[in-house]
């Protein structure tokens, strides 16, 4: 085999963060009531918080804020874009959300089988993610995630987000596992396959609404299971 050590990213690449954020967000808009306002409907609800935290998380993963400002700014911010006072957003929103999201179990087709598969085949699995660690372990066992991963790195546990080639340095490191004989698998054409690249792995950007792009990348699959074609 070329490859002996393959780390996936977690969130939009095997945990399906949009199916999972969109049924915690219709539970929050429920609970609180949130259609006694009478000026929006949930699914704007859910699009603005979505574009919201998508911004939030560029500025966190450019190191601009820190995990608690993301957490307690996402809801207020949110209120605010939808017309309302930041002061009406309920202040146990942000924690409800965190507890209840990595509960969630929804992954992307094709997951688990081909987690198997490639184990079977004799693949060491590791998982290099942006993500909090106290969430993105719940995420793992609450979809049946983490028995197939040998190492869990996340950015907490070695001070650097991706794309900063020192995670995925520092996840070579824990795993054993040399640059030629690894390939990073994700979502992210920044965070994830430039900073493979950056730290000479080969990559696999995961792109399953197929969109365009001008980026060189080793592998390009639209389906988890098209893994299975080359490795």
């Known amino acids: 085999m070329k490859y002996r050590h393959l780390f996936f990213d977690l969130d939009h690449t095997l945990w399906d963060f949009e199916a999972n954020a969109d ?37 966190y993963q450019n190191g601009k804020i820190g995990q608690q400002q993301l957490r307690a700014t996402r809801f207020p911010r949110t209120f605010s874009k939808l017309g309302l006072a930041e002061a009406d957003s ?3 929103m942000s924690e409800q959300f965190t507890d209840i999201l990595p509960l969630k179990s ?22 290099i993610t942006n993500g909090f660690r106290d969430v993105q372990h719940v995420k793992l066992q609450s979809s049946n995630l983490t028995d ?3 190492e869990i790195v996340t950015s907490e546990c070695c001070g650097h987000l991706k794309p900063d080639t020192r995670i995925f340095q520092h996840a070579l490191e824990r795993s ?31 792109n399953p609404d197929k ?8 592998y390009e699959i639209s389906c988890l299971s098209e893994l299975k074609g080359f490795l």
């Open 90 to 92: 309920p202040a146990d």
């Open 211 to 218: 969109r365009r792009h001008f980026n060189q990348v080793t």
């Open 148 to 150: 197939y991963f040998r």
């Open 106 to 127: 929804a992954v992307f087709p094709h997951t688990h089988e081909v987690l198997d598969y490639l184990r079977d085949k004799g693949y060491e699995l590791h998982l």
């Open 23 to 59: 049924q915690t967000l219709r539970h929050l808009y429920e609970e609180h009531d949130l259609s006694r306002y009478g000026t929006f409907t949930v699914e704007e609800f859910i699009r603005v918080y979505s574009d919201i935290n998508h911004g939030l998380w560029r500025l």
């Open 176 to 206: 054993g596992a040399t640059a030629a004989e690894s390939l990073m698998v994700g979502d992210n054409l920044e965070c994830d396959v430039l900073g493979a690249y950056n730290a000479g792995l080969d990559q696999v950007y995961f």
